[in-house]
């Protein structure tokens, strides 16, 4: 590295005339060795499903998905990831892969929930077009075309967008709130961040990292890598076999998730940013109260004891300090760790 840094210019030159380069899309969209398939294989769309316990949809599925992907006439592969279900899901899996090499199954030894399944499936994924949809038939596989459709229009990722939901109404309204919280906060104009229908371009998908519970919160992630989200009414049916995997808790967890979110993604890399601006504001508003009351005392002498306020100044003066105080920590911390990959480049021309 340190030699190739020393270079001149004409040198460096000369040993690119004498090296084969790799194509400029294999470079950027960081391919890896195993993704690096030859033309005659490629394959131009990869259906990724994550699944736990869905073995009632799962025939039904196969069987949709096999007619719609046939008639678009594109290479494809479908990436099943078996989320540790415990049901006969995976006897399943194992028999349509048996029938059609077109079909991969990834089966996890537990369940870790869908983001890291969806991530697993993004890892294996060597289609220029990744597609998600959930097992449960819930997202029908007809809607496949037209995201691929609206994706060419030159979006990064189109995200499905659940109009009509069918869903029961304890689900449907905290829905709503949580998508118009996201929408306000984040600023990105589309209505459902947590479609398990989307599409999106292969360098998408291998430059965010989802985990935790993160998958709702993809389009976000997306966004604030430069990509463009495009958005798509797509049908919705109502669960006919098994039942939803996300109880009543989800909305807290989305939540927090979604403070995890703008912590780690906004502030991560500049931690004093957001404490040193609560801290800062905390400070100078508990100095200038306080200042105000011993200028009163000054003048008019009234006395300090008989003013309560004076204690709301300190407690904000104190916590002022301690915002700030967690902030230099922060960046102390931050400047240790491994910050690689937190950009994502779109072209270089050299
Ligand atoms: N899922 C998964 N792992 C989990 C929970 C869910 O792979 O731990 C899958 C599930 O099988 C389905 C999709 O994620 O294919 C969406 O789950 P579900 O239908 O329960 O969510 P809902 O439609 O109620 O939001
Ligand atoms: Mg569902």
Redo the contacts with the bound molecule.
């Keep these: 590295m340190t030699e190739e840094k020393k270079e001149t210019p004409q040198k460096k030159q000369q040993r690119r005339r004498r090296r084969p380069q790799p194509k400029r899309s294999q470079q950027q969209e960081g391919k890896s060795p195993v993704n690096q398939k030859s033309d005659t294989k490629r394959v131009a769309v990869s259906v990724v499903?994550?699944?736990?316990?869905?073995e009632g949809?799962l025939p039904v599925l196969a069987d949709e998905l096999k007619s719609v992907l046939g008639s678009m006439g594109m290479p494809y592969e479908i990436i099943y990831?078996?989320?540790?279900?415990t049901d006969d899901s995976f006897k399943i899996l194992r028999d349509l892969h048996k029938k059609n090499k077109r079909i991969k199954v990834i089966r996890l030894r537990k369940?870790?929930?869908?983001s890291?399944?969806?991530a697993l499936g993004f890892q294996q994924a060597t289609g220029d077009i990744v597609v998600t949809?959930?097992?449960?038939l819930?997202?029908d596989p007809a809607e496949i075309p037209n995201l691929v459709k609206e994706l060419k229009k030159g979006y990064d990722v189109v995200s499905g967008w659940k109009k009509r939901r069918r869903?029961p109404i304890t689900?449907t309204i905290p829905s709503k709130l949580f998508n118009y919280t996201v929408r306000l906060i984040t600023g990105i104009k589309i209505h459902d961040f947590?479609c398990?229908l989307k599409a999106y371009r292969q360098n998408v998908i291998k430059t965010i990292k989802i985990y935790g519970e993160l998958?709702r919160f993809i389009p976000v992630l997306a966004h604030w890598q430069g990509f463009g989200i495009g958005e798509l009414i797509v049908q919705h049916r109502k669960?006919k076999f098994?039942?939803?995997?996300?109880g009543i808790t989800?909305f807290m967890k989305g939540f927090l998730d979604f403070i995890t979110v703008i912590f780690t993604t906004r502030f991560a890399a500049r931690p004093l940013h957001l404490f040193g601006t609560i801290g800062l504001v905390s400070f100078f508003t508990g100095f200038i109260i306080d200042a105000y009351l011993t200028i009163q005392w000054f003048l008019g002498n009234i006395a300090l004891s008989n003013r309560p306020l004076l204690l709301a100044g300190f407690l904000l003066i104190i916590v002022g300090v301690q915002f700030f105080a967690i902030g230099l920590l922060g960046e102390m911390i931050s400047r240790g760790q491994n910050r690689e990959n937190e950009y994502s480049i779109r072209d270089i021309l050299e």
């Design positions: 499903i994550p699944l736990f316990n869905e949809s990831v078996d989320d540790g279900s369940n870790f929930g869908k890291t399944a969806l949809l959930d097992a449960d819930q997202d869903d689900k947590n398990g998958h669960r098994g039942k939803t995997k996300f989800r």
